[in-house]
């Protein structure tokens, strides 16, 4: 009886104990299912405190930029001083009085360099005048390579000898030619202006075989490389003209006919003077 009991004892205590632990586990548990509920708790009060501050700050940024003339305390942030961008600094190839040629629009003088304001850039550029087309244009320094000096006397020699060769007409449509010929043209090379005209020269029967379209492209080249012509040979504009259509045969009828009026009254001169 007394080991039966001492058993019966022996359980109740083991079960006691269990209880007690498991009670124990439980506490330690809770314990930390509360800590974690206070950590979370926490980092969601920073997470709101930062957003606060945030928004406090775009705000105060609003109000700076709303009132300039308003003076700004310690804590706000002052509003950004933006510069005025440059060009990009590029050496000066062309002078001021510079006969240039612009591809687009062709011989022109430069008159004067300006700094200009374009979308907030300040810009330096030459100012060109056209004085064919009574207008002005304006190139920025930094694209001065779309503009070439005037052709020098050896190229102008050249270009005669392309006027005197024989014109090379391809077989192919006319609208096909007439985009060549106007892209020649654009290009500003003296050689290719001087090849449009000869292609294009009809001597003197202007009007038989040419479409207006042609005649319109054969006076465009032929008044920007006469232009060229004049101003490289220093000369008048009767005389620059005289030397393309020599070299064109053109008008020479015209021509000889002036020449042999301007020898007969030099030798009615010359008589009158002798008698």
């Excluded at 974690?36 to 105060?60: A, F, H, R, S, Y």
Aim: aromatic share 4%.
């Amino acid at each position: 009886m007394k080991n039966i009991l001492k058993k019966i004892l022996n359980k109740k205590k083991t079960k006691k104990e269990a209880k007690k632990k498991i009670k124990a586990v439980k506490k330690v548990a809770k314990a930390k299912k509360i800590i974690k509920i206070k950590k979370v708790k926490k980092v969601k009060k920073e997470i709101i405190k930062k957003k606060i501050i945030k928004d406090q700050k775009k705000k105060d940024k609003v109000e700076v930029k709303s009132d300039p003339l308003r003076i700004p305390k310690n804590n706000e942030q002052k509003p950004e001083i933006k510069k005025v961008k440059k060009q990009e600094t590029e050496k000066k190839i062309f002078k001021i009085k510079d006969y240039v040629v612009y591809p687009k629009h062709g011989v022109g003088q430069i008159t004067e360099t300006k700094k200009i304001n374009i979308g907030g850039i300040d810009v330096e550029t030459y100012i060109l005048k056209f004085e064919k087309d009574k207008a002005n244009g304006m190139v920025p320094v930094n694209k001065q390579s779309h503009l070439r000096p005037l052709a020098t006397i050896n190229q102008i020699n050249k270009c005669v000898s392309i006027l005197k060769s024989k014109p090379k007409i391809k077989r192919s449509m006319w609208s096909r030619r007439a985009q060549e010929y106007e892209a020649k043209i654009s290009s500003g090379k003296i050689y290719d202006l001087a090849e449009v005209v000869r292609d294009l020269n009809k001597g003197d029967d202007i009007m038989i075989d040419q479409s207006y379209s042609e005649r319109q492209l054969f006076e465009k080249a032929y008044e920007r490389l006469l232009t060229e012509f004049q101003i490289v040979m220093g000369s008048n504009l009767e005389d620059a003209q005289k030397k393309l259509d020599k070299a064109l045969k053109r008008n020479l009828e015209k021509q000889i006919q002036k020449a042999e009026e301007k020898i007969v009254s030099e030798e009615v001169n010359n008589s009158e003077v002798v008698e």
